[in-house]
Nanobody, 124 residues
Framework: QVHLVESGGGSVQAGGSLRLSCAAS????????MGWFRQAPGKEREGVAVIYTFSGGTSYGDSVKGRFTISQDNAKNTVYLQMNSLKPEDTAMYYC?????????????????WGQGTQVTVSS
């Protein structure tokens, strides 16, 4: 079993930055990939970024490429999402997720565990 706790959300003006953190507990073998997803009211869930915990490989959704960076601190069992140049359309609930398999897709495929979410609000 994996438990994920997000933190770092808040309100920021457009152009600003925030860093989200996801503290994970449980077996490392159960979280071979970890990622961030978001969902705005009335919209479908969107994959933001994924990191493969053993290789460090990353992938990003098209809407955040060049602005967001996912990283990990294995000693702290924590994954981060650095968000720069924030836009009002980035406003959403952000969820940390983990998968036990070798692939985490932006559709949610391969995700076994979800956090409770942290709200990010970007004002214009």
């Amino acid at each position: 079993q994996v438990h994920l706790v997000e933190s770092g959300g808040g309100s920021v003006q457009a152009g600003g930055s925030l860093r989200l953190s996801c503290a994970a507990s449980g077996s490392t073998a159960s979280r071979k990939c970890m990622g961030w997803f978001r969902q705005a009211p009335g919209k479908e869930r969107e994959g933001v970024a994924v990191i493969y915990t053993f290789s460090g490989g990353t992938s990003y959704g098209d809407s955040v490429k060049g602005r967001f960076t996912i990283s990990q601190d294995n000693a702290k069992n924590t994954v981060y999402l650095q968000m720069n140049s924030l836009k009002p359309e980035d406003t959403a609930m952000y969820y940390c997720a983990a998968g036990a398999g070798n692939y985490c897709g932006f559709s949610g495929y391969g995700i076994n565990y979800w956090g409770q979410g942290t709200q990010v609000t970007v004002s214009s």
